[in-house]
C-alpha cells in the first residue's frame, strides 16, 4: 500500500490544520493507521494511531490537541490539529500497520510539511 499525505502548511501558533491521508488501496482490515512526524535532523516520531475498530492512541504532547480518525469506505485517514505549537514543526507521514505494528506501507511518502511559525 501507498500513502499520500496533504493538507499542510504554514500556520501561526494556536492555529489549526486537518491533514488528509490517501491509500492507494483498501484500508479495510488494516488494524493500525497511523500519523509519524519527522522534525529536522530527528527520527520518524509516532503521533497518534487509530485501530480499525476506532480506539486511539497519541502522543503525549498532543492530546487534547490533535485528532486523529479513518474513513474505510474512502481509504483515507485524517489529523485535525489544533492549538499548534512550534514544536509541531515537522514533516508528517502517514503509515499502515498490522496489529503487531509492521508496516504495511511502500516505505515512507512524500509526507507534508507543517509549520508553525508567526
Known amino acids: 500500500v501507498e500513502f499520500a499525505e496533504s493538507g499542510g502548511g504554514l500556520v501561526q501558533p494556536g492555529g489549526s490544520l486537518r491533514l488528509s491521508c490517501s491509500a492507494s488501496s483498501s484500508i479495510y482490515g488494516i488494524y493500525w493507521m497511523a500519523w509519524y512526524r519527522q522534525a529536522p535532523g530527528k527520527q520518524h516520531d509516532l503521533v497518534a494511531r487509530?485501530?480499525?475498530?476506532?480506539?486511539?492512541e497519541y502522543l503525549e504532547s498532543v492530546k487534547g490537541r490533535f485528532t486523529i480518525f479513518r474513513d474505510d469506505n474512502e481509504n483515507m485517514i485524517f489529523l485535525q490539529m489544533s492549538g499548534l505549537k512550534s514544536e509541531d514543526t515537522a514533516v508528517y507521514y502517514c503509515d499502515g500497520q498490522s496489529y503487531g505494528g509492521r508496516s504495511l506501507g511502500n516505505g515512507w511518502g512524500q509526507g507534508t510539511q507543517v509549520t508553525v511559525s508567526s
Open positions: 487509530i485501530t480499525s475498530n476506532g480506539r486511539t
